[in-house]
Antibody, heavy 123, light 108 residues
Framework: EVQLLESGGGLLQPGGSLRLSCAASGFTFSSFPMNWVRQAPGKGLEWVSGISGSGGSTYYADSVKGRFTIARDNSKNMLYLQMNSLRAEDTAVYYC????????????????WGRGTLVTVSS | EIVLTQSPGTLSLSPGERATLSCRATQSVTSNYLAWYQQKLGQAPRLLIYGASIRATGIPDRFSGSGSGTDFTLTISRLEPEDFAVYYCHQYGTSPRNFGQGTRLEIK
């Protein structure tokens, strides 16, 4: 079955760190760019970060640049998001999303999504 | 930065009716790189349309996208009960690749 499954969310204090994981199955993971997209409670969607199929190129929203790091392990079909210096405004459901591209380079269309993992940053 | 404004904020219609959702950009969207997503309550988004008018794999043909430049439309020709959800447009031609704020399609 083609699916993405996120894990690693939780409650933590401002300034803390957290690593999210996304396990992919049912498709050739290394062929597709991957992304993280978040949604604050009751709000709209915000693209956070993306990575090429090889992992050699990474992309970040200005709101997280310098604090978040995206990575992937193609041997394990895993995507990661290391989040440091967390702020209250980072509170959201974080979705792992597969890019539609088959070239390894992003098209920025997300055709497969996980169910999301909730990150809450609060003192 | 391109800002996307979706209208209306909420659209109340009955099953069988036609829905027309609008997405307007503050600047021309490069190469009409505009997508539409559907999000049902408690679920992840689903890609409906990309390239302004191309249906994603498995999307029923009652969903259609149109428009160019700064004005885009998602049309649902005949609403089914499962179509009531929130719809987001997304421009991906220019960084930052922003989403619109969403249109809620509710049952009248």
């Amino acid at each position: 079955e083609v699916q993405l499954l996120e894990s690693g969310g939780g409650l933590l204090q401002p300034g803390g760190s957290l690593r999210l994981s996304c396990a992919a199955s049912g498709f050739t993971f290394s062929s597709f760019p991957m992304n993280w997209v978040r949604q604050a409670p009751g709000k709209g969607l915000e693209w956070v970060s993306g990575i090429s199929g090889s992992g050699g190129s990474t992309y970040y929203a200005d709101s997280v640049k310098g604090r978040f790091t995206i990575a992937r392990d193609n041997s394990k079909n895993m995507l990661y998001l290391q989040m440091n210096s967390l702020r209250a405004e980072d509170t959201a459901v974080y979705y792992c999303a597969k890019d539609r591209s088959t070239t390894g380079w992003p098209y920025w269309n997300f055709d497969l999504w996980g169910r999301g993992t909730l990150v809450t940053v609060s003192s | 930065e391109i800002v996307l404004t979706q209208s209306p904020g909420t659209l109340s219609l009955s099953p069988g009716e036609r829905a027309t959702l609008s997405c307007r950009a503050t600047q021309s969207v490069t190469s009409n790189y505009l997508a539409w997503y559907q999000q049902k309550l408690g679920q992840a988004p689903r890609l409906l349309i990309y390239g302004a008018s191309i249906r994603a794999t498995g999307i029923p043909d009652r969903f259609s996208g149109s428009g160019s430049g700064t004005d885009f439309t998602l049309t649902i020709s005949r609403l089914e009960p499962e179509d009531f959800a929130v719809y987001y447009c997304h421009q991906y031609g220019t960084s930052p690749r922003n989403f619109g704020q969403g249109t809620r399609l509710e049952i009248k």
